[in-house]
């Protein structure tokens, strides 16, 4: 049987758009891209190869945060960004990193120089979907950078952002770091007090 090139090429177009541009070689096989006609398109400037296994539609204009689900892709979607990352998906703080941070099951062996992985297993409610990817809720990330002992000044900006954009409120960020990581709840309980006498 015949398939149109057109209709493969919009279910590939289809499918990467919902992931940042991105597919996975194993994701085009399964639409019936052969390992040939992969490299075919790879060898004609129609797809870039970004890793092993791993591609971007040529003509994809990247979004602010479509890099990120090119690292769901590579965990093979078991990966939450979060930490640092999860700050600027929020656009809360400002947290810098050299590093993608990504929460993975305890158990994930995968290692790239790029990543910088936190292990844990995320209850759903303190994860969200975003187009390609989830993250860590705003409260969730902000206990996480608290955990790591953060910058009480930086720490403090962070909450009054995510405050003033009716993302966390005191109470809640309270009470959930408390039932989560004592030591991350005095760091907040700090930030929190600093941020109300500024």
């Known amino acids: 049987?015949?398939?149109?090139?057109?209709?493969?090429?919009?279910r590939l177009f289809?499918?990467?758009?919902?992931?940042g541009g991105y597919f996975t070689a194993?994701?085009?096989?399964?639409?019936?891209y052969s390992h040939q006609a992969q490299a075919h398109h790879v060898g004609a400037d129609n797809w870039w190869r970004v890793d092993r296994g791993l591609?971007?539609?040529?003509?994809?204009?990247?979004?602010?945060?479509?890099?990120?689900?090119r690292w769901t892709l590579w965990s093979r979607g078991r990966a939450i960004v979060s930490h640092e990352s999860a700050m600027a998906v929020h656009d809360i703080g400002?947290?810098?990193?050299?590093y993608i941070h990504l929460t993975v099951p305890p158990g994930f062996t995968m290692r790239d120089e790029a990543v910088a992985l936190h292990y844990a297993e995320l209850p759903t409610d303190?994860?969200?979907?975003?187009?390609?990817?989830?993250?860590?809720?705003?409260?969730?990330?902000?206990i996480d950078i608290a955990a790591n002992a953060a910058d009480e000044d930086q720490l403090a900006r962070a909450i009054?952002?995510?405050r003033r954009a009716g993302l966390v409120t005191t109470r809640r960020l309270r009470s959930r770091a408390e039932t989560l990581d004592p030591r991350a709840a005095l760091y907040i309980e700090r930030a929190i007090q600093q941020a109300e006498t500024q």
């Open 94 to 98: 400002e947290f810098e990193s050299r």
């Open 1 to 10: 049987m015949t398939v149109d090139r057109r209709d493969l090429r919009r």
């Open 160 to 162: 009054a952002d995510a």
């Open 26 to 32: 194993a994701q085009a096989k399964s639409l019936g």
């Open 55 to 69: 591609f971007r539609l040529v003509e994809w204009v990247p979004g602010v945060h479509d890099e990120l689900a």
């Open 126 to 142: 303190d994860v969200s979907a975003r187009s390609g990817y989830r993250v860590t809720t705003p409260l969730r990330t902000l």
């Open 14 to 19: 289809e499918l990467a758009a919902q992931q």
